[in-house]
């Protein structure tokens, strides 16, 4: 089971990053959070089949299609017009990896000293690169810091129902 769900999160980023997508790109489509569509693709325990049913309509197919492994992505031509719109912009994008960077961005930013003593995440958006603050939620900030274990470098308070973020003191 659990390398069927691997093979599925695998699909469902291959075929975003084959359109050129972004994952906010996605998340506009299909309209789930953030949060749920990065699960998807990078989430533990098992994948959510009304979800990737979402996911599976923005390239025009039905859940079982698109999980078949014999189906192959589908042509421009045959996207659902909302897709198609979005895929066009991004056809003369070339192929982003900053994805792949944005751990390593957003820790350059907690030890560049730029940040106030007290921090949200929009203000580590803020002082991310302009392609990756239009196409990302500040949300993706905070999976991130959760994610990758930043509690070296900051720690995390609140004030109300925000996150106020500060500077772990060496």
Request: with cysteine.
């Amino acid at each position: 089971m659990n390398s069927e769900n691997s093979r599925i999160r695998l699909l469902i980023k291959r075929y975003r990053e084959h359109f050129k997508f972004s994952q906010n790109d996605i998340v506009k489509l299909t309209g789930l959070t953030q949060s749920a569509y990065s699960s998807l693709e990078t989430g533990k325990g098992n994948i959510d089949f009304d979800k990737t049913n979402l996911v599976s309509n923005v390239y025009g197919l039905k859940v079982w299609e698109f999980i078949n492994p014999k189906q192959k992505v589908p042509t421009l031509d045959s996207l659902p017009n909302a897709t198609k719109k979005i895929a066009l912009k991004n056809k003369s994008k070339p192929k982003s990896n900053y994805d792949l960077d944005l751990p390593e961005k957003i820790k350059l930013i907690l030890q560049s000293g730029r940040l106030p003593t007290k921090f949200t995440v929009n203000d580590i958006k803020n002082l991310l690169p302009e392609n990756i603050q239009r196409d990302i939620n500040a949300s993706r900030i905070t999976t991130t810091i959760k994610r990758v274990q930043f509690e070296e470098l900051c720690e995390v308070g609140k004030s109300g129902k925000s996150k106020l973020y500060s500077i772990r003191k060496k």
